[in-house]
């Protein structure tokens, strides 16, 4: 792998973020609107009912960690989108620029997406609602990771949808995340769950950090054995995903689609 | 004797039993020439060269590139060529020297200002240095593509119709600077055109494909006559007519 492509590559993707104004909205707008309706419905509900004074907390940490997780997966489909619209994808891969070095570079414009969304949401968080994402302590970092590399998967297995059946399957950029959502535990334990939908939540890395931070917050204790799971999990689905989109991505190319789409 | 830069050998391209793109396509071409692709739409000239960048994987077939596979050693090949195409472009919101400075990060490019800069006057875009390409028109955005191009000093370029959105004027301008920047340094060209001026022009040699298969091979004069016309152009409609015209008939 050759960090000077990573490079080029991730330069690529701050030029054309900070020229496009809806782009940046991703990052520093609509996850902060998150915050702020899911907050303040919270806040409404402590005044008009006898909620349990920790659900302000449990749901501001779960929409900044879900934010997370969503803007990891989101800038993977979006970067190679960007390379279709722009209908530069042709100039790219005709450049000595491996798949790998292509895939890299989207997974640390992850990594600095997320880190960016974190810093805005807790700032937010800490102004309007007094909560400190970081009180969390330490393990908020595995959390971090574990999120992280979900996100990672399931952007890298949304870019083979996108690469084999093309612009149809655009939308599934943004909405995949919210296919997953329900089993994810992100507002509720998975013991709230239909007995027969519990299975599915076990096998989704992320139920494992939503109720660790749960678990944290209102017991200051959490149970590691979940974010091994949590992390055991992410890697088999990495390597799934890994798997599947070099599958798709050759598919693209015997059937001409990268040519296709990139001009 | 002469270099074989690329060997192109029996290519064939099926995209399903009743879309073959590439029928048998066999060509060599060497060290320092410039070689037409010609053939009307459809004849198979984009995908040969979408197959020899590694964009598209053949059906059956070989291409050696520098004596090397382009299956197996794609990035190492890629990095000694380039290419350019009248409908590949840019990214459309961002500055002009941004465009060519990423690309000459890609391609490791170690005085890249300077080389920017040269191309830039070289291609009469210099004033455009701090434009946003989506505000270029179809002729500034050619020679940007151009510009792209010539970034990283290639051995071999892959130019796919390029310039099929440039005035008479400008058109003979890229065609007078392709030819000395070939003959300055030796480089390979293989150039897929409709525009017969710039085929006859540039290309020393010419490989004539329809349906996907190679008709004819040789310098211009010999084709004009092989199939007795007097112009590339006259040659041109002559084997597309009567090829359609074959088509047609089922033979």
């Known amino acids: 792998m050759n960090l000077r492509t990573v490079r080029a590559l991730l330069l690529k993707y701050a030029f054309i973020c900070s020229r496009n104004t809806f782009r940046a909205m991703d990052v520093f707008f609509w996850p902060l609107m998150d915050l702020l309706v899911w907050g303040f419905l919270t806040l409404y509900l402590l005044k008009v009912s006898s909620a349990v004074p920790t659900l302000i907390t449990f749901l501001i940490g779960a929409v900044i960690m879900w934010n997370i997780l969503y803007r990891a997966q989101q800038v993977i489909s979006v970067s190679f989108l960007d390379d279709v619209w722009n209908r530069n994808l042709l100039n790219i891969f005709a450049g000595p620029v491996r798949l790998s070095e292509y895939v890299a570079a989207t997974y640390v414009t992850g990594i600095l997406q997320s880190l960016i969304v974190l810093a805005i949401l807790s700032s937010a968080a800490a102004l309007f609602y007094s909560f400190n994402i ?53 507002f509720y334990p998975v013991s709230v769950l239909p007995p027969f939908i519990q299975p599915i939540a076990k096998l989704v890395p992320a139920s494992y950090v939503f109720e660790g931070m749960r678990q944290i917050l209102e017991h200051k204790t959490y149970d590691p054995n979940g974010l091994l799971i949590s992390f055991a999990l992410n890697v088999v689905y990495m390597l799934i995903a890994a798997f599947v989109f070099r599958h798709f991505f050759e598919e693209a190319r015997n059937k001409g689609l990268l040519a296709k789409y990139g001009s | 004797m002469f270099e074989n830069i690329v060997e192109v050998r029996n290519l064939r391209k099926e995209f399903a039993a009743d879309a073959v793109a590439v029928k048998d396509i066999s060509f060599c071409v060497n060290k320092g020439e410039i070689f037409g692709l010609l053939g009307p739409n459809g004849a198979g000239k984009t995908t040969t060269i979408h197959m020899m960048l590694g964009l598209t994987r053949p059906s059956s077939g070989s ?50 200002k300077e080389k920017i800069e040269y191309l830039l006057e070289l291609f009469e875009i210099e004033n455009l240095r701090n434009k946003i390409t989506g505000t270029l028109s179809a002729g500034e955005q050619t020679r940007l593509n151009l510009c792209k191009a010539f970034l990283n000093d290639p051995e071999l370029l892959l130019l796919d119709e390029p310039t099929a959105s440039l005035d008479p004027d400008l058109a003979d301008k890229v065609r007078k600077i392709l030819k000395q920047l070939q003959k300055e340094r030796s480089i390979t060209v293989i150039n897929t055109s409709h525009n017969m001026l710039d085929v006859s022009e540039l290309c020393e040699r010419i490989l004539f494909v329809q349906h996907g298969n190679v008709i004819a091979e040789g310098r211009a004069e010999e084709l004009m006559a092989k199939f007795g016309g007097a112009s590339l152009e006259e040659v041109f409609i002559t084997i597309a007519r009567s090829s359609r015209l074959e088509g047609a008939l089922g033979k």
């Not at chain 1, 890298?156 to 535990?185: C, D, H």
């Open chain 1, 134 to 186: 970081f009180e969390i302590g330490l393990v908020f970092g595995a959390f971090f990771v574990n999120l992280l590399l979900m996100g990672w998967s399931l952007g890298l297995l949304t870019t083979g949808v996108i690469v084999r059946f093309g612009p149809p399957a655009e939308a599934l950029a943004w909405a995949v995340p919210f296919l997953i959502q329900p089993v994810s535990a992100v």
């Open chain 2, 63 to 112: 291409i050696k590139i520098f004596g090397k596979d382009i299956e197996k050693d794609r990035v190492e090949i890629l990095q000694r060529c380039n290419f350019a195409s009248a409908y590949v472009y840019l990214p459309w919101n961002l500055k002009v020297w941004e465009n060519l400075f990423i690309f000459s990060e890609i391609y490791g490019i170690k005085n890249r």
